[in-house]
């Protein structure tokens, strides 16, 4: 079993819809970070959150430490939003452990 | 700031040769991360240095592999012999030490092995 599980694996929506990205671990961690990875390639880190919920723009990150999950939420999402989007954990090593990613689509 | 710099950008070889990836963390970071990454696994970390110094290589593949931080501005990740399983996007990431910090990512490497 992955340390860090994502769903869903693709994801396609309308512009517009309102969309969830969950991401559950299995080990302690210190800080749980959400990235986006566009199609050229380049990642960008998104948020670094240990407990409660970040808001940037339409994009709002949540965790709960207790149940070991965190969820990523477009809301008004766009075309150009369409990335992978990967949760990654950080221990007390301060490396990263990466989900799987989620392949996110918004049809214009 | 130029953020974390990487090159080359692109690198196809032949098998058997030596590939030599460049990485210039972004000037006051004092940890940096290898990182490769290949449709079959994802993202995995390779090596990571704080203050120059190795920390964790558990993740380099085999002896093949070998990378360096001579200075708090550079380092390199070689592969020497290459094979085609090296093929992969190769990213470099740097961040201030001191606790779980975000981490910046370098554009990328895409290595090609032939």
């Known amino acids: 079993k992955n340390e860090v599980e994502q769903s869903p694996q693709n994801l396609t929506a309308q512009e517009g819809e309102f969309i969830t990205i969950n991401c559950s671990y299995s080990?302690?961690?210190?800080?749980l970070h959400w990235l986006q990875q566009h199609p050229g390639g380049g990642i960008v880190s998104l948020f670094m959150?240990?407990?409660g919920k970040k808001k940037h723009g339409r994009l709002i990150a949540t965790i709960n430490i207790q149940e070991k999950h965190s969820s990523l939420h477009i809301t008004a999402s766009h075309p150009r939003d369409s990335a992978v989007y990967i949760c990654?954990?950080?221990?007390?090593?301060?490396?990263?452990?990466f989900g799987s990613g989620t392949q996110l689509t918004v049809l214009p | 700031d130029a953020g974390v710099i990487q090159s080359p950008r692109h690198e196809v070889t032949e098998m058997g040769q030596e590939v030599t990836l460049r990485c210039k963390p972004i000037?006051?970071?004092?940890?940096l991360f290898w990182y490769r990454q290949t449709m079959m696994r994802g993202l995995e970390l390779l090596i990571y240095?704080?203050?120059?110094?190795?920390?964790?290589d558990s993740g380099m593949p085999e002896d093949r592999f070998s990378a360096k931080m001579p200075n708090a501005s550079f380092s390199t990740l070689k592969i020497q012999p290459s094979e085609p399983r090296d093929s992969a996007v190769y990213f470099c990431?740097?961040?201030?030490?001191?606790?779980?910090?975000?981490?910046?990512f370098g554009p990328g490497t895409r290595l090609t092995v032939l």
């Open positions: 990431a740097s961040s201030l030490a001191g606790g779980p910090d975000e981490q910046f």
């Open positions: 080990v302690g961690i210190s800080a």
């Open positions: 959150l240990s407990s």
């Open positions: 990654a954990v950080s221990g007390s090593a301060r490396q990263l452990t």
């Open positions: 000037s006051g970071h004092n940890s």
């Open positions: 240095f704080n203050n120059n110094v190795p920390i964790d």
